[in-house]
């Protein structure tokens, strides 16, 4: 009896309904692969056309070729580019890293007179379009007599990492479990030793993140970058002035080879942080 | 006395340096906002005059690409709104283990520099690329319709730009929702579309909150995304203030503008908050 009823029961539901009960039940799952996919085309596309053999103008695709990977300064201008984006990220990463890092100590962890008025002025940079910011302090260097170029460029990154660099260690700092702390001065530790050895290196994967978020913001900002850097050229601004008669294919292979560097360092830190946690 | 100084002595060397170049700045830019040429000086040579004028002249002259400015900003973050919210809903009650690798994946087409991918969009909707000749095939664009150099590649440049900011906070405020909380709703008889308006969505507030303002405020100061998807008749408000700064050297009324800008972002951020009535944002 019950035999006959499975029988009966299973070959009824027609193919389009079963298709459309799939549909249904993962509708979300397929909008996440359209989403994805949509977020990914144009890294897609800039990652073939760094294949493209198109000489100087990378528009229509004409071959197949290696040369592009095997000679990233095959267009000199690019490497130089490159370069002054990488030594500015850095100066301007540790910077703001240590100045930010300090700040979010003090609001984290300090009740102080002044501190909504401290959170507020944390939060105005990010509020601030960029180029308000990259304006005005193009017209303070103009008014002090200071030329635009690699240091002015590297304190107008500073100031847009800083706030960022805030948010990221304070959220971190938050999420500490102050019985920690409180343990640690308990087992006669003084203030600066439990600071030393149990709150920095609890804080101190917010403080790797915020770098690497700031590395990132400094190296990819070109608006800022554009009103303070004079006629010191970065690898957004190679990019931005070359696009209107085409750019170098090397500009590609540099644009994928970030792309696959930081998604290695992002997956190595993730799998480090796994490997803690077990 | 050392507890209490502690904090301010941890601030001093970052708000110093905030006070210098980014306070310092912005009213040095009040300033040049109301200075007018100095009579027979030379490109760029401006006085103080207290010419309060200036900013109507500044607004009546370009208000047009300020219009533009506010609007191309709320479409982008109406779209990106639409298009994250399913996406970060997904990655944090459907994801199951992958849910890290997902995060990931949305923040990692920033790595490929925004300017090569915006370029990367002019040249896949462009001419030579797929999608206009295969949208032509099926007729469902005519012959002579383009898609780049249009309103339309603008916003959709804005929204693909600023898609990550949005995704991000919501998915932080969709994920810390209980999914108990869920079950409830559906235990006392709500369907899932009720769920979603009295339970979800509320809940999720201060990511839509955050995602809006992370992705407004940007968009509306944007002027890459027009300059190189757009023509001359999308130019918006960062547009202007960049040709008045570098080609046509007239800083007063990019001052001026700059400043409108900022004001009128801060108050309708301000209105916006007030509003949604989310407290703790930062």
């Given amino acids: 009896m019950s035999q006959k009823i499975k029988d009966a029961t299973i070959p009824t539901i027609p193919i389009g309904a079963r298709i459309q009960r799939w549909v249904g039940r993962n509708l979300l799952k397929i ?64 910077f703001s890293t240590i100045l930010g890092t300090m700040i979010a100590f003090a609001i984290g962890r300090h009740k102080f007179k002044g501190r909504s008025t401290s959170n507020l002025l944390i939060f105005l940079p990010m509020a601030t379009p960029e180029i308000v910011m990259g304006a005005s302090l193009l017209s303070l260097f103009l008014v002090l007599g200071i030329n635009p170029g690699f240091w002015p460029t590297v304190i107008a990154h500073v100031v847009f990492c800083i706030s960022f660099v805030v948010v990221t260690v304070k959220a971190r700092i938050a999420s500490l479990d102050p019985r920690l702390e409180q343990a640690a001065m308990d087992l006669y530790a003084n203030e600066f030793e439990t600071f ?34 004079g006629t010191l050229t970065t690898f957004p601004k190679f990019v931005y002035v070359s696009a209107a008669r085409g750019i170098p294919a090397q500009a590609n292979v540099i644009g994928s080879a970030m792309f696959f560097l930081a998604l290695a360092i992002v997956i190595v830190g993730q799998l480090a942080n796994r490997r803690k946690v077990r | 006395m050392r507890k209490i100084r502690t904090p301010y002595l941890l601030l001093l060397p970052g708000f110093g340096f905030l006070f210098t170049f980014f306070i310092l700045p912005i009213i040095n830019l009040a300033q040049t906002s109301t200075q007018t040429k100095i009579v027979g000086g030379d490109t760029g040579q401006y006085e103080q005059t207290l010419r309060f004028a200036n900013y109507l002249d500044a607004f009546v002259e370009n208000k047009e690409q300020f219009g533009r400015s506010f609007l191309y900003a709320l479409l982008a973050t109406v779209l990106a709104l639409a298009i994250a919210y399913p996406l970060a809903y997904a990655i944090a009650f459907k994801s199951g283990k992958y849910k890290n690798v997902l995060l990931v994946l949305v923040v990692a087409p920033f790595f490929t520099s925004f ?97 809006t303002l992370l992705t407004f405020i940007p968009a509306a100061g944007d002027y890459v995304n027009a300059a190189i998807l757009g023509n001359p008749n999308t130019k918006m408000l960062g547009n202007v203030i960049e040709s008045r700064y570098f080609k046509i050297v007239d800083y007063p009324t990019a001052a001026a503008l700059s400043f409108t800008l900022m004001a009128a972002i801060l108050i309708l951020v301000t209105l916006y908050i007030r509003k949604a009535g989310t407290e703790e944002l930062v």
């Avoid at chain 1, 690497?212 to 850097?229: E, G, H, M, P, V």
């Fill in chain 2, 115 to 211: 300017l090569l991918r915006t370029i990367a969009w002019k040249q896949i909707l462009g001419e030579e690329g797929f999608v206009v000749p295969t949208l032509r095939t099926f007729g469902i664009i005519s012959e002579s319709t383009t898609l780049t150099s249009t309103s339309f590649a603008v916003v959709m440049g804005m929204t693909y730009n600023f898609l990550p900011f949005m995704t991000l906070p919501l998915f932080a405020s969709i994920d810390r929702i209980d999914p108990r909380t869920l079950e409830a709703s559906g235990d006392l008889y709500a369907n899932g579309y009720t769920t979603f308006r009295k339970v979800t969505l509320p809940l999720s507030m201060p990511g839509v909150v955050a995602g």
């Fill in chain 1, 196 to 229: 030393r050895r149990v709150t920095l290196p609890l804080v101190a994967p917010g403080i790797a993140g915020a770098a690497l978020l700031a590395f990132s913001l400094s190296f990819d900002d070109f608006i800022i970058t554009n009103f303070n850097s």
């Fill in chain 1, 31 to 94: 909008y996440a692969f359209i989403a994805f996919t949509y977020l990914f085309i144009p890294v897609a596309y800039t990652f073939a056309f760094s294949f493209n053999d198109s000489g100087k103008s990378n528009l229509i695709w004409k071959g197949f070729t290696l040369n592009n990977w095997k000679n990233p300064c095959g267009a000199p201008e690019v490497c130089n580019a490159l370069g002054n984006s990488i030594k500015i990220g850095l100066i301007a990463t540790i």
